[in-house]
């Protein structure tokens, strides 16, 4: 019998081409096939704990209080058409092994988007099909909203975590 070992980044899809599953006021994202979201509203803020199998791998803040990172490391930073992004790779006794994304988009008055995961789940093919899927969101005078497909942070999200 031969077997094949293949990282699983090559199954990650791509899920910048598809519509969002998921809609807030500043951004939308798609949910990954077979995964679960819990959403909630504590206050002037949304949480999505987002989880496969049972399991959680995600949690999204979006709001106007982000918790900061208390990763030692400095982080990465990487503007973008949209906003700026803020990638933070836990190091510290207190962070060790989670990962704390921020999206601070342009926009003025949006919400800033905190997605914290724990690094074993960075590596998993759902967390980066997760992120391909990120867009930013403005609101038209009609009602509703526009989240363009094109100029999506998918490209620097999913870099983030490889």
């Given amino acids: 019998m031969l077997l094949f070992l293949i990282p699983s980044a090559v199954f990650a899809r791509d899920l910048s081409e598809y519509p969002c599953t998921v809609f807030s006021y500043d951004v939308c994202f798609r949910l990954p096939t077979g995964t679960h979201a819990n959403y909630s509203v504590p206050a002037d803020f949304d949480v999505y704990t987002l989880s496969k199998g049972g399991a959680s791998f995600a949690t999204i803040y979006i709001g106007d209080a982000a918790q900061p990172s208390t990763s030692a490391d400095a982080p990465v930073v990487k503007k973008t058409k949209y906003g700026t992004i803020s990638i933070h790779a836990g190091d510290s006794s207190s962070s060790k092994g989670m990962v704390d994304i921020y999206i601070v988009p342009n926009a003025k008055d949006a919400s800033t988007v905190h997605i914290s995961a724990d690094s074993a789940a960075a590596d998993d093919e759902v967390l980066r099909e997760l992120l391909s899927s990120f867009r930013p969101c403005v609101p038209i005078k009609a009602g ?11 490209r620097e999200l999913v870099q983030a975590i490889q």
């Fill in 144 to 154: 509703g909203q526009k989240c363009p497909v094109n100029d999506v942070w998918s």
